[in-house]
């Protein structure tokens, strides 16, 4: 049995679909969740800026809550940080890439993609890397993949507006390339976008289906929770503590409401 907290975090609320997701999937686990709303968003920023910023975010869960694995529930920082994390850290570090590749691969009929993202994230070709490995080790040449980048989607979030017109019409200028490579399945690459999914799926149409990682990303957790032993006394009710670098009073209104209740309060920190 191992009682220390499971780490996560995100540049802000977007974190919040992973979160709900390993809460849900692992109710006796504690959590500390901190997002990063000071410096958000990372989307437009350098690799070595955002490496740098998971870096010390990932140090601080360890130092300060003793985190027994963590967990980057952020894209953009996935692909500017997961492979030197590692070495930051001295406990397991899971991103949202892989098992988000895994989820696109799984539900294509058609084998037409497509991946959305910041465009740090599609930028980086995280996601075309992360395919062609995982069709390597197949028998398949893996699907085609349409990866489009959509900045502006993250402010939105940010602002908690999540179907108004303005966003519509942005989704639907940034979206375009999407509905031209006719896929059939998309993964939204930014843990921000399942906020937006109503306003994707009007614009997309019915028939392309949406998938995200938090899902795969929360069985991924339990899997090396599993495997390295550091599971809690399952009779334990999860205790979750939330974070965040900018205005508390905000992280809490607006993470309430896309978290659930389980926010009840947030904690400010500083990030020397
Ligand atoms: N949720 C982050 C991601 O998945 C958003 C990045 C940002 O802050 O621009 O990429």
Redesign the pocket.
């Known amino acids: 049995m191992d009682a220390r907290p499971i780490g996560m975090f ?6 919040l679909t992973v979160a709900r997701a390993v809460m849900d999937l692992l109710p006796s686990e504690d959590l500390v969740y901190l997002g990063d709303t000071a410096r ?6 350098s690799i070595e800026q955002v490496s740098g910023y998971a870096s010390q975010i990932a140090e601080h869960l360890v130092s300060s809550h003793d985190a027994k694995l963590i967990v980057v ?7 500017a940080a997961l492979d030197h994390l590692g070495e930051v850290v001295d406990v397991p570090v899971v991103g ?1 890439i892989e098992p988000g590749v895994r989820a696109l691969r799984a539900a294509t009929l058609t084998g037409r993609v497509g991946v959305i ?2 465009v ?2 599609i930028s980086s070709g995280a996601y075309q890397r992360a395919l062609e490995e995982l069709a390597a080790t197949g028998q398949d040449a893996g699907p085609e993949l349409a990866a489009v980048a959509c900045p502006g989607f ?1 402010e939105f979030v ?1 602002r908690g507006e999540f179907d108004g017109v303005e966003v519509h019409v942005l989704a639907q200028r940034l979206l375009a390339p999407v509905a031209e490579a006719k896929v059939d399945t998309l993964l939204l ?5 399942p906020y937006l999914a109503r306003t994707i799926s009007d614009v997309l149409g019915a028939d392309v289906m949406l998938v995200s990682s938090a899902d795969e990303t929360a069985f991924e957790v339990r899997r090396l929770i599993a495997q390295t032993g550091v599971g809690n006394d399952p009779d334990h009710t999860g205790v979750h503590r939330f974070e965040t670098t900018g205005d508390v009073n905000r992280f809490e209104q607006l993470g309430r409401e896309l978290l659930g209740p389980e926010l009840r309060e947030a904690a400010q920190v500083e990030l020397a």
Do not use: L
Not at 73 to 79: L, P
Not at 189 to 193: P, S
């Open positions: 995100d540049s802000g609320f977007g974190g958000y968003p990372y989307g437009s920023r529930a952020c894209n953009t920082a996935s692909a949202v993202g910041t740090g994230t993250v940010e690459g930014c843990t921000h976008y």
